[in-house]
């Protein structure tokens, strides 16, 4: 008998490739509804990128962008839109430093295969 190898041990793919391109696309939308003035848009696609990227951060990088968010639901008031923006956008920029530290945006110098990057 044929003794048949466990492939759940060490699996052919890991979903590397596809998380990379969600979060990828996910900055895409951000930018978009940004640009756009589409508060509401730009408001899902931050906490999207937050829900792929949180399994990534630890409890403490969680708190902080939390923190940065809270209370920030855009309303149709100009005053209250500007600073809520503000929030949003600190939220969004800590999630893409958060992308960077864990070398989720660009490819490592250390790999030798990035070398010439």
């Known amino acids: 008998m044929v003794e048949q190898e466990n492939f759940s041990d060490n699996p052919l793919f890991n979903g590397g490739i596809d998380y990379v391109g969600r979060l990828n696309e996910l900055c895409r939308y951000c930018n978009y509804f940004y640009i756009n003035r589409m508060f509401d848009q730009w408001t899902l696609s931050v906490k999207a990128l937050h829900r792929e990227l949180s399994p990534k951060m630890n409890d403490k990088?969680?708190?902080k962008f939390e923190e940065l968010v809270s209370g920030a639901t855009i309303q149709?008031?100009?005053?209250e839109v500007i600073f809520k923006e503000d929030k949003i956008s600190k939220g969004?920029?800590?999630?893409?430093f958060m992308m960077s530290k864990k070398g989720l945006l660009m490819p490592s110098k250390d790999d030798p295969g990035n070398a010439m990057i």
């Open 76 to 79: 149709n008031i100009k005053r």
């Open 92 to 96: 969004e920029r800590y999630l893409r």
């Open 61 to 63: 990088e969680n708190t």
